[in-house]
């Protein structure tokens, strides 16, 4: 069964100490992995795609990395503002269809 | 980034009354929208996969004729509680997307509360 996990479930960091967010999958035929952030009582901001092991891309202090059994959310140095729930996904086929990790909730202390 | 509405962001209704919440793509036409439901703490369940002019597939689990889906047109999507019930409060969250392939777009999320 397809599956995505991701690690740890909560992360908490000081401002400026950067780290790295781990989403693992077993995924037949992935199509797309991608990275959203949620804040609380909100919905999901999109954050990457990643279409195949090796890609990397980055947004500010953001930057995903995909290998083929991992993706990698790395924050550098990040800020207060940067804590919020990130959530990987991904879809196999052709009905756009994606399936969530539980989350990490990252806070980040002044 | 593309933009994608939903109304009301949060309402009260009374058991066994009927709730509408409308998605709507701002900027986009979206061949697909979906709708989901979180609880708190955990993540998104997809409820329903919509496409414009056809009937929505519906996830295992999801009773069709509680949750009703119309997609009127590339812009809008509706999600119709009906007759609510306490166990049906909930985050819902719709989402929105160009195509195969392409990333969803999600929306605020509406707030509901039955009571």
């Known amino acids: 069964e397809d599956q995505v996990t991701q690690s740890p479930e909560a992360l908490r960091l000081q401002e400026g100490e950067s780290s790295s967010l781990n989403c693992s999958y077993t995924?037949?035929?992935?199509?797309?992995l991608f990275w959203y952030r949620q804040d609380p009582g909100k919905g999901p901001e999109f954050l990457f795609t990643?279409?195949?092991a090796g890609e990397e891309k980055e947004k500010e202090r953001l930057k995903a990395t995909l290998t083929k059994k991992e993706s990698f959310l790395h924050i550098t140095a990040p800020k207060p503002e940067d804590s919020a729930t990130y959530l990987c996904?991904?879809?196999?086929?052709?009905?756009?269809?994606?399936?969530f990790g539980k989350g990490i909730t990252l806070s980040v202390r002044p | 980034g593309a933009v994608v509405s939903q109304h009301p962001s949060r309402v009260i209704c009374k058991s066994g009354t009927s709730v509408k919440i409308e998605c709507r793509s701002l900027?986009?036409?979206?061949?697909?929208m979906f709708w989901y439901r979180q609880f708190p703490k955990q993540s998104l369940m997809l409820m329903a996969t919509?496409?414009?002019?056809?009937?929505?597939?519906?996830e295992q689990g999801v009773e069709k004729d509680k949750f009703l889906i119309n997609h009127a047109s590339l812009t809008l999507s509706t999600l119709t509680v009906t007759s609510a019930h306490p166990e049906d409060s909930s985050f819902y969250i719709c989402?929105?997307?160009?195509?195969?392939?392409?990333?969803?777009?999600f929306g605020p999320g509406t707030r509901l509360t039955v009571t």
């Open positions: 989402s929105a997307t160009l195509g195969p392939f392409y990333e969803q777009y």
């Open positions: 995924v037949s035929g992935l199509r797309g």
């Open positions: 990643l279409y195949s």
């Open positions: 996904a991904f879809h196999t086929g052709a009905n756009s269809k994606l399936t």
């Open positions: 900027d986009f036409q979206a061949t697909t």
């Open positions: 919509s496409n414009e002019g056809s009937k929505a597939t519906y």
